[in-house]
Structure formats: structure tokens, C-alpha cells
């Protein structure tokens, strides 16, 4: 699915609150990562600016885009929170497709970042735990791995999608 298709014709841009097309603003993104998360949630407050220093200095210059999607209840928290970040935002009135993507990329609780590629394919829905454990990017754009190996501890979503699991001695 293009990424207007996904996002919407136009996004809220930083510099004065602008519209911008959405074509326009993510084109030549390496990917795209959409960032459901909310003001009032302490755990969005704390990844935020992880992201925001991991975005400023490693992610954006690698080519990555960033999407808030806000789980806000009123548009004044929105704003304020927004001006906070480095990146462009789903417009606050788009309530009905800020849902419509949680759906789509199966968003439980926020913070979720997911990342979409110049296609709108997901290539991550993990990619939260990505930045908190490779904040230089280095594994970017964090492709989920083909087998986990769940003596390390990462599960992944197990719960989430169809899984084998092989237990071996």
C-alpha cells in the first residue's frame, strides 16, 4: 500500500504547523517509522526521547522517516507533545485512520514503533525494542530474524502470530 494511501494525502509538519504531501515529505526514505504514542503515557514519555537522540543522530541520517501517530485525547496535548519531536505527525483530526493504522500494524499498547518501507510493507513491528537495544542503528532497518532463539529471551510476538516452536536436546 503507498504510503499516501497509508498515511493520508498530507502531514503535519514542523515548521509552523504546516501541511505537507505526503509523497513529498517521505520520499527517498530508506523507511518509514510510524510512532503510536500518547502525552499522557508514562512509558511514551520515557522512550520518547530515546528515540528522539537515537533518531537525531543515527537513524535520520541513515535515511529514516518518522510518523507520529497520537493516541492523544485532545488536540492541545498533541500539540504540545509534538513539539517536542524532530518529525512529522499524523494530523490530530485524523482520529478515525490514527485507528485504522493501530489495527493494521495489531498496536496494543503505546509506545509501538513500526517501520514501513517505501511501499508501505511492514518491515517491523518491533522495531521499540530495536532502538532501545541498538540505538546506533547498526542492525537498521531491523528486518525481523527468520528463527528466534528463545534462550536469549527474545520472544518476539510468539503470542501474536502463528509459531513452531522446536524443542531440541
Given at each position: 500500500m503507498p504510503l499516501a494511501?497509508?498515511?493520508?494525502?498530507?502531514?503535519l509538519a514542523?515548521?509552523?504547523g504546516a501541511?505537507?504531501?505526503?509523497?513529498?515529505?517521505?520520499?527517498?526514505?530508506?523507511?518509514?517509522?510510524?510512532?503510536?504514542?500518547?502525552?499522557?503515557?508514562?512509558?511514551c514519555r520515557g522512550f520518547t526521547p530515546q528515540l528522539i537522540e537515537s533518531y537525531s543522530k543515527s537513524?535520520?541520517?541513515?535515511?529514516?522517516?518518522?510518523?507520529?501517530?497520537?493516541?492523544?485525547?485532545?488536540?492541545?496535548s498533541f500539540t504540545d507533545y509534538f513539539a517536542q519531536m524532530p518529525w512529522l505527525a499524523l494530523p490530530y483530526a485524523e482520529r478515525e485512520r490514527s485507528s485504522e493504522l493501530g489495527k493494521i500494524f495489531g498496536v496494543k499498547t503505546i509506545p509501538?514503533?513500526?517501520l514501513v518501507d517505501a511501499e508501505g510493507r511492514t518491515i517491523t513491528t518491533e522495531a521499540r525494542n530495536a532502538v532501545v537495544q541498538d540505538p546506533a542503528?547498526?542492525?537498521y532497518p531491523w528486518p525481523p530474524p527468520l528463527v528466534r532463539e528463545l534462550a536469549t529471551g527474545d520472544v518476539g510476538r510468539i503470542n501474536e502470530v502463528p509459531s513452531l516452536i522446536c524443542l531440541c536436546e
Open positions: 494511501k497509508l498515511l493520508g494525502e498530507h502531514l514542523k515548521a509552523g501541511l505537507v504531501p505526503t509523497a513529498d515529505a517521505l520520499r527517498g526514505a530508506s523507511a518509514v517509522g510510524i510512532y503510536f504514542s500518547a502525552s499522557w503515557c508514562p512509558p537513524l535520520h541520517p541513515k535515511g529514516m522517516r518518522c510518523v507520529l501517530v497520537s493516541w492523544d485525547r485532545d488536540e492541545q509501538t514503533l513500526a542503528g547498526e542492525g
